[in-house]
């Protein structure tokens, strides 16, 4: 058998492996190389004291960039917006020529975000009791501890009584009058808490937080 196929499948594995390039004049505020999409966060720009900060140049590529100078110090907030890779170029012009100073690249990851009800997901069992006390939903990243943190913008409640189905709305996080006067219907045991909308970071729209079913014990 030929050494080069498996010679291939070596070079593809090590390829794969290589970390990504890392500039020591950029640095993120983040302690992975992995970041979220949709998650700001604070661009350093380290031994670049000395130079001219209105000649720096910053390209980014797959995320938005906010540039600011404070204190003397050439900083910012980059917004990834795609999964995949995040390059960020540092360049120094002068008299219209570029010079490449560094390239930091970071993979982006899509967060994964799910609805709760204190902490719990899926189908939740809950008394009448309980549910006098219930006031609202949360939601929270299911894929990484992601420091920017998911708001419920919108949800509907289901349930059917009496053959009817019945569907309230709330725009927000919170339960309306009509849903808790629902919550007192001791003949109704079941509601499902569908189409929930949460919104985070720097994220443009909204993303959804999947379903939460209530049995009433």
């Known amino acids: 058998m030929s050494k080069l196929p498996f010679l291939l499948i070596l070079l ?11 500039s020591d004049l950029m640095s993120l505020d983040n302690p992975r190389e992995v970041l979220g999409r949709g998650i700001p966060y604070e661009l350093s720009f380290n031994k670049t004291q000395g130079l001219d900060q209105s ?4 390209k980014v590529e797959q995320a938005r960039f906010a540039k600011s100078i404070y204190y003397n110090v050439f900083e910012g907030t980059i917004c ?9 170029s540092l360049y120094q012009v002068e008299e219209g020529d570029s010079t490449l100073l560094g390239i930091s ?13 204190e902490g719990k997901t899926g189908a939740v069992e809950m008394t009448r009791e309980e549910l006098k006390e219930f006031i609202g939903i949360r939601a929270a990243f299911s894929n990484g501890d992601f420091r920017a943190r998911p708001q419920v913008i919108y949800f509907e409640l289901h349930t059917h009584f009496r053959g009817k189905d019945i569907i309230f709305k709330s725009r927000g996080n919170r339960l309306t009058s009509e849903m808790r006067n629902l919550f007192r219907v001791k003949d109704i045991r079941q509601y499902t808490i569908t189409d929930i909308r949460a919104r985070y970071g720097c994220r443009r729209g909204y993303v959804s937080a999947g379903e939460l079913e209530i049995l009433v014990k």
């Open 55 to 58: 000649k720096l140049r910053v």
């Open 80 to 88: 990834p917006e795609q999964e995949g890779r995040c390059r960020i």
């Open 105 to 117: 690249e970071y993979e982006v990851i899509e967060p994964l975000v799910e609805a709760n009800i």
């Open 12 to 22: 593809f594995v090590l390829s794969a492996c290589k970390p990504l390039p890392q």
